[in-house]
């Protein structure tokens, strides 16, 4: 018996050190950073898929939008062309986690920039300025802009800048919230809903998408600094990605972005440039 166990014991402890020894020649070891990853050639870059003229998995495959245009303009700064990027998506409840956990190396998706958020992860940027806005059917004459909200029940995405701006400044509406703004329209064409708020941004490429269907009401009533998420404590990766989204305002492509994606979708001008923030 004690031969037995002996040899089950040594036969264990090699299937471990076998195990440990293939994790390691199979990478299992600490992630590269992202710097490493462009030096490579290749990145892993969060944005949202459901967001038309912002940021949007097309049905072949593809993605589009202003934060897509952004991401990629910043990764060819860092040295990755287009098709070495990887796009993964980063619903709003889930940016913070996939930045910690180094499932991307950066986040571009409509990511206000807030003190509570900068606990967790870094920013680059701003690269846009936008305000909270609401949207409802073109038919909903009650809902005029946020002046008009109390009693009502307006949808946003969990975790998001104006769902908390909702809860914590307009107690007399009621705030449902799910994890796309795409399951918000299905409850405001269903009815149950009033309205979609947040940036205005968004909205307009939703507006846009279903013209006739929807319209943006009111006027904005908070300002969102975008900024592109990174992990905490990289600064060097946040001066590269700042220094490419200045050359981006400098050389016109960041307008050409904009009016080829949103602008054009929403005539909408394009807005004057964000000053980034160097902190």
Aim: proline share 5%; aromatic share 8%.
């Amino acid at each position: 018996m004690r031969i037995n166990r002996a040899l089950r014991i040594g036969v264990g402890a090699l299937a471990v050190s076998l195990a440990a020894a293939l994790t390691a020649g199979c990478g299992g070891g600490e992630k590269k950073s992202a710097l490493e990853n462009a030096a490579d050639g290749k990145l892993t870059i969060g944005i949202k898929f459901d967001q038309p003229g912002v940021g949007i998995r097309n049905r072949d495959g593809s993605y589009s939008g202003f934060d897509v245009e952004v991401a990629k303009y910043v990764a060819g700064k860092l040295g990755v062309q287009p098709e070495g990027i990887t796009f993964k998506e980063a619903p709003t409840p889930q940016r913070e986690t996939l930045i910690e956990n180094g499932q991307v190396d950066f986040i571009v998706a409509t990511y206000s920039i807030t003190d509570a958020r900068k606990e967790k992860v870094d920013f680059a940027g701003p690269y846009y300025i936008a305000g909270q806005s609401l949207l409802v059917k073109a038919d909903n004459t009650e809902v005029t802009g946020s002046e008009s909200i109390a009693g009502k029940t307006v949808c946003s995405v969990t975790g998001s800048t104006p769902a908390q701006n909702i809860q914590k400044n307009f107690p007399d509406t009621q705030l449902q919230t799910y994890d796309t703004y795409s399951l918000c329209l299905e409850g405001v064409n269903s009815g149950a809903l009033a309205a979609v708020t947040t940036d205005d941004i968004i909205l307009a490429g939703y507006a846009s998408q279903s013209p006739g269907t929807y319209k943006v009401v009111g006027e904005p009533f908070t300002t969102e600094n975008y900024g592109i998420g990174l992990k905490k404590g990289d600064d060097e990766l946040r001066g590269k990605i700042n220094d490419a989204i200045e050359a981006m305002f400098a050389d016109g492509s960041w307008d050409r972005a904009f009016q080829e994606t949103v602008g054009q979708a929403a005539s909408y001008p394009t807005p004057p440039t964000p000053t980034v923030d160097r902190y």
